[in-house]
């Protein structure tokens, strides 16, 4: 059963082609960086967007999902793009009535897994375990993989987060499609 689980959630991060260099190339439930989330979510769910940063450049969409390892996605869009071209997007494993010990060990299986796929094509770094800068009373600690692409197209991350109580956030198991372009943005309103 654990090793269906694993395979689940690595089926979900889809590569186009066997060596693609390019973020664009990654899936996360048939969603793409550059693609529209006019695709992907209803206009109902698109109402739901919310700002999660007090610069209001980005907006955040998200929806549970009934289907497959992800029990959630979350994608963000520039505020005043009428598209709604996507810019980063994750596909999330909440841990509120499980073992937060098991998303420690299914994070560890997906970055050795990411590995192999990535072994020419990212940088791999391992950031350790350390407060979340979205948290002010860094009560809430994550763990974080990412592999950078090679072109500067953006990177892949891995992460569990064990958020505190105060944060009003369920803990994760989370893996993210980033552009270099929002993860900018995102590094200067975090400084």
Not at 84 to 112: H, P, R, T, W
């Amino acid at each position: 059963m654990k090793t269906f689980f694993l395979a689940f959630i690595i089926s979900l991060i889809t590569i186009s082609h066997s060596k693609s260099d390019d973020i664009k190339d990654f899936e996360i439930n048939g969603m793409s960086i550059g693609d529209s989330a006019l695709n992907h979510f209803s206009k109902s769910e698109l109402k739901t967007k919310r700002f999660m940063y007090d610069d209001k450049r980005f907006i955040a969409i998200s929806k549970y999902l009934n289907t497959g390892p992800y029990e959630g996605v979350s994608v963000e869009v520039e505020a005043n793009d009428k598209n709604y071209i996507i810019q980063a997007m994750n596909g999330k494993i909440l841990y509120d009535n499980k073992n937060f010990k098991d998303c420690y060990k299914n994070e560890k299986k997906i970055v050795s897994e990411l590995k192999v796929i990535f072994k020419n094509n990212a940088k791999y770094n391992d950031w350790g375990k350390s407060p979340h800068p979205g948290d002010k009373s860094g009560k809430s600690v994550g763990t974080q993989h990412q592999f950078d692409m090679n072109d500067g197209s953006g990177f892949i991350m891995v992460e569990c987060m064990n958020w505190s109580e105060e944060s009003g956030y369920t803990d994760n198991l989370k893996v993210s499609i980033i552009t270099d372009d929002f993860n900018d943005w995102l590094t200067e309103i975090y400084k």
